[in-house]
């Protein structure tokens, strides 16, 4: 028996789980949410380990132990979830947030990437922001992870969301041009929207026409 199972028998786990605490979730997996809030990898690896549900939901926010570890930005934790609970890795808490936006939220888009080759629709779910993955990834600049992205989903790029980012927050003609041409997309689509944000589409379409030759 591990020490944290030990502790639990002692009652030392007594009054602490608080929120996390769900009626429908045993003992094991209370602990092991509980653990996962506190950001602690390996304890709550020890309760799965003993056949705590995977899919057992805390009682704050309905998260599971994947999409909290994503919140705290736990890289080993969710990268070895992968690998062990590719099941577990879809589900989405009370407010839409899920493992794949957490990670783009942080900008691990590596890990994004193994997430949308797994299953590319994970790159369609809004979170609570009412953001995509892609476009937290965008807000990063991250423009290398979308073009990746891109080559892995048609999905990507088919929203003007990204596009816009670029736009508003960026103004980077190239880097506007460089997501045009990937989403097979035409100045001319954005002309107003560049105009809005003081982005001048000619300078935009003669990158892009230089991109094409």
Same mark, same amino acid.
């Given at each position: 028996m591990s020490l944290t199972i030990r502790a639990f028998s002692l009652g030392l786990y007594s009054g602490v789980l608080g929120e996390v605490e769900a009626?429908?979730?045993?003992?094991?997996e209370n602990l092991m949410l509980f653990e996962a809030r506190k950001n602690r990898w390996l304890s709550a690896k020890g309760f799965l380990v003993c056949g705590a549900d995977i899919l057992a939901r805390d009682g704050e926010d309905g998260a599971t132990a994947p999409i909290i570890f994503a919140s705290h930005n736990n890289a080993d934790a969710v990268s070895e979830l992968i690998d062990s609970y590719p099941h577990a890795l879809k589900c989405r808490d009370a407010f839409g947030n899920s493992v794949t936006s957490w990670m783009a939220y942080h900008n691990n888009? *590596?890990?994004? =990437?193994?997430?949308?080759?797994?299953?590319?629709?994970?790159?369609?779910?809004? *979170?609570?922001?009412?953001c995509l993955p892609i476009e937290h990834l965008m807000n990063h600049g991250n423009v290398a992870a979308v073009k990746e992205l891109a080559s892995i989903s048609k999905l990507v790029l088919g929203n003007n969301a990204v596009i816009k980012i670029a736009i508003r927050k960026f103004r980077d003609p190239n880097m506007i041009a460089e997501l045009l041409v990937a989403g097979f997309r035409e100045p001319d689509d954005f002309?107003?929207?560049?105009?809005?944000?003081?982005?001048?589409?000619?300078?935009?379409?003669? =990158?892009?026409?230089s991109m094409s030759q």
């Open positions: 009626t429908n979730n045993s003992a094991m888009a *590596d890990l994004v =990437i193994k997430l949308a080759r797994m299953d590319e629709n994970v790159l369609l779910c809004q *979170d609570e922001s009412n002309a107003e929207f560049m105009a809005a944000h003081r982005v001048k589409k000619q300078e935009v379409y003669d =990158i892009v026409m």
